[in-house]
């Protein structure tokens, strides 16, 4: 008896895989997966699938949906990665130390250089909330905006202000000022 008790075609998981490889392989292509995190991605979808096979109507179908929801789920979870990683840069960056050194003057003067480039909405966001380190609530009060929003807003910018520092190559302006 196979794993996959489907009434109509009754396959292997290996059959399965090779039936479904090259679907598969465009999915991982399309979101541009690592090779080494795509193949976590298939091998925790496989093993959903066994675990839930007496629910599944379709292997298929379910198969091909679950790959392409959990690669959308990876580039998500990196993407809030990326934007944490900000977060807590410029808290360290915009924070107001007791002593600055030189270094940190000149990464604070590259930061505002960065920042005066986003638009004026963004600026305000950021600078309110990390630079004066006040609430989400306060800043959605501040500038108008639903405190359910400001989050979304928040977030928006920092993904604006990691672009820029992308873009303006913050890797070598802080090995310069290093």
């Known amino acids: ?28 292509s399309r979101f541009r997966l690592p090779p080494e995190d795509a193949e976590d991605v298939l091998q925790q979808s496989f093993l959903d699938l066994v675990y839930k096979q007496s629910q599944v109507y379709n292997p298929e179908a379910w198969l091909v949906a679950t790959v392409r929801n959990r690669c959308i789920m990876y580039w998500r979870k990196r993407r809030r990665q990326i934007w944490d990683a900000v977060d807590s840069a410029m808290l360290e960056l915009i924070a107001q130390p007791e002593a600055p050194g030189q270094q940190q ?19 305000s966001v950021l600078v309110l909330r990390y630079g004066l380190g006040y609430r989400s609530r306060e800043v959605a009060d501040l500038l108008g ?33 290093g």
């Open 1 to 28: 008896m196979s794993v996959l008790d489907e009434p109509d075609a009754q396959l292997s998981i290996e059959e399965l895989f090779e039936k479904l490889q090259p679907k598969l392989r465009r999915i991982f």
């Open 145 to 177: 905006y639903q405190p359910s929003s400001i989050r979304k807003v928040t977030s928006r910018c920092i993904a604006a202000l990691t672009r820029e520092l992308v873009g303006s190559g913050f890797e070598e302006l802080e090995e310069r000022n």
């Open 105 to 123: 003057v000149a990464l604070r003067n590259d930061l505002q250089r960065i920042l005066a480039r986003l638009p004026e909405r963004c600026r």
